[in-house]
């Protein structure tokens, strides 16, 4: 107890502190508790998980080891240990783990919300350390907040077209997941097992989370789970609604807006031949040329010539590495490896390094793998669903691949090269 002059300044203090975020009297909400948190800890378990892998995943699409034209995270070294040759089946694959990666980080985000706000009185406890391993598991909190926060606002903004990042999306996203998940494996193997005791208690414990002279409830822990779940809820009915056809007018948290139009080219684009500074004469029958290079030189094939090659048909979806995708659609045109043949691989078509009209934007060149190349349904498209490509579609031709990131399926297309990159 403090006597004399300066029991005033302490008392004010004491009152004072007990106004801040660091005095545990601060914290008046009668939902926060062990129990509340450690729900919440293991639904963002497996959803962090799910999430770290699928985007993993995604940059494994690109086959970033094939070409430097792939790679947007060139400096990974060691992070790049997982990368293998990007499968061509099954053909939805990659309409699946992206379409899973956005659609479930919008949906977490409640959830992620929550969490964060169940556990903030933790983040003012005094001291900051109370000894070296209580300094480190802050740090790893710190990280794991900070990295989490991170990820689901670049996330978020690049799914919304605001590429407002300090620096590219891909190795700030990238890494960022790295320093997230490791972070995060750390702060689930400390907390896990009394996760799992918490939740099998039935009420409460009092711990540094519970308040100490809550307000009165206005809804209990449960409801305010509910009410969690709900919101998880409407934005995954406002997301998944841009990978299912018949639900795309739901997608209206979707940047490129519902209704793709109708008729043969009536399915998603991203960018129009005019956002990609594709003019008419780049485009006619007189102006383009398609330029074929190989073992044995160079072939330049007009659309007419094209046509008279052996077309073949694929029923191949486009899936959008911002998570939004189309159904099949039906292709039609010359396939990839036929055209190799033409200019000296007959039989083992090798690696392609795509290049196009375009002038504008990312992916204006793009590299296949020879087992893309080889594969039967991979085609240079003249024609979707019946008709001629529209000029948003790629007109005069477009790559269209299985399985492949709609990045790699190269529109407008002007040269050819295949052989080793
Ligand atoms: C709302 C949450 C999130 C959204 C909307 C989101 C969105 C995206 C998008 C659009 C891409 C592909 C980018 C591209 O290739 O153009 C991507 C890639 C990726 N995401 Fe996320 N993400 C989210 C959360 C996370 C989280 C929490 C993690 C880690 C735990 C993560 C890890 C990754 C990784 C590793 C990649 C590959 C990056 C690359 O290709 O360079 N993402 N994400």
């Given at each position: 107890m403090v006597h004399g002059p300066f029991r005033g300044v302490v008392a004010t203090y004491g009152r004072n502190m007990r106004r801040t975020p660091f005095s545990p009297a601060f914290w008046r909400s009668p939902l926060r508790g062990p129990w509340f948190t450690s729900v919440l800890g293991v639904v963002l378990l497996g959803g962090i998980t799910v999430l770290f892998v699928t985007g993993l995943l995604s940059y494994a699409a690109y086959n970033p080891d094939l070409s430097a034209v792939n790679d947007?995270?060139?400096?990974k070294g060691l992070l790049g240990f997982y990368l293998f040759s990007w499968p061509t089946d099954p053909h939805w694959l990659y309409r699946l783990t992206q379409g899973v990666h956005v659609t479930l980080g919008i949906t977490l985000i409640p959830v992620l919300l929550a969490k964060l706000w169940s556990v903030v009185p933790k983040l003012f406890?005094?001291?900051?350390?109370?000894s070296l391993a209580h300094a480190l598991e802050r740090l790893s909190l710190l990280l794991l907040v900070g990295g989490g926060l991170f990820e689901f606002v670049t996330g978020v903004l690049n799914v919304q077209l605001d590429?407002?990042?300090?620096?590219?999306f891909y190795p700030l996203h990238f890494y960022g997941a790295w320093v997230f998940f490791g972070a995060f494996v750390a702060h689930a193997v400390l907390k896990m097992p009394i996760a799992w005791r918490n939740l099998r208690q039935l009420r409460e414990e009092r711990n540094d989370l519970v308040s100490l002279n809550p307000d009165p409830p206005t809804v209990s822990r449960r409801g305010a789970l509910g009410l969690v779940g709900g919101g998880s809820l409407l934005l995954f009915g406002t997301t998944v609604g841009q990978d299912v056809d018949g639900l795309r007018?739901?997608?209206?948290?979707?940047?490129?807006?519902?209704d793709p139009g109708s008729?043969?080219?009536g399915f998603q684009i991203n960018k129009t031949a005019a956002y990609a500074g594709i003019t008419a004469a780049d485009r006619s029958e007189e102006g383009w040329r398609l330029v074929v290079k190989g073992r044995t030189g160079t072939v330049r094939l007009s659309r007419a010539e094209l046509l008279q090659l052996p077309l073949h048909s694929s029923a191949l979806p486009i899936a959008c590495v911002e998570g939004w995708s189309t159904s099949d659609q039906w292709w039609r045109g010359v396939r990839l490896r036929d055209l190799a043949a033409l200019v000296g691989y007959d039989g083992d078509p090798p690696d392609l390094f795509v290049q196009s009209l375009?002038?504008?934007?990312?992916?204006r060149r793009a590299a296949l793998r020879a087992n893309q190349v080889a594969d039967p349904r991979s085609l240079l498209a003249l024609f979707v669903n019946g008709e001629s490509l529209t000029p948003d579609h790629g007109h005069p031709a477009r790559i269209i691949v299985p399985a492949a990131p709609g990045v790699l399926n190269t529109k407008w297309v002007a040269e050819l090269t295949f052989g080793d990159l």
């Open positions: 947007k995270t060139p400096g406890t005094l001291p900051p350390a109370r590429y407002i990042f300090p620096g590219s007018w739901s997608a209206v948290l979707a940047p490129h807006g519902a008729g043969p080219g375009q002038r504008h934007g990312a992916f």
